[in-house]
């Protein structure tokens, strides 16, 4: 087997990996593995083949990391985000709330921690889930 063969099933082993984790990083990983491929198809020393690998599978996994912060957050954060957690919006009833804002619900058949995050005091009765972080459903005035 010649070194571009190998290079190339590097690249489909990294895409693969991709398809099962999800990860995007692992596709600029996978292009420097295709650049390998290519300065081998080119005749090029395996050390060059190496170097140029890295190069290219570096500078594109900078460029996404440089991307992604510059982006930001355009959606909502998953955790008050009503497309990915269908709990947002639900009413849940809070029959009595503790000094810090808290309290303990019934909710989907199961105890759940809540927390107040409305505007002004907590008070009993029915209230509108805003978020869930973790497993205490944050929740507003209905």
């Known amino acids: 087997m010649n070194d571009a063969t190998t290079w190339w ?14 990860s995007f990083y692992l ?19 395996l050390t060059w083949q190496i170097v140029l690998a890295a190069i290219a599978g570096s500078i594109g996994t900078f460029a996404w990391y440089r991307y ?9 954060a998953i955790e008050s985000n009503r497309d990915v957690n269908l709990d947002i ?8 709330w503790d000094g810090a804002g808290q309290a303990q619900v019934s909710y989907r058949g199961a105890h ?12 009993p ?3 509108r889930i805003v978020a869930l972080r973790g497993n205490t459903l944050e929740l507003d005035h209905n």
Request: charged share 15%; proline share 3%.
């Open 125 to 127: 009765g029915l209230h």
């Open 9 to 22: 099933l590097l690249a489909g082993v990294l895409v693969a990996a991709e398809l099962a984790t999800g």
């Open 27 to 45: 596709l600029m990983l996978a292009l420097g593995a295709m650049v390998g491929a290519l300065s081998a198809h080119l005749g090029l020393g």
């Open 89 to 96: 919006g639900e009413t849940v009833r809070v029959e009595a």
């Open 68 to 76: 992604r912060r510059m982006k930001g957050n355009d959606s909502p």
């Open 112 to 123: 759940w921690s809540a927390r107040f995050t409305g505007a002004g005091e907590p008070a």
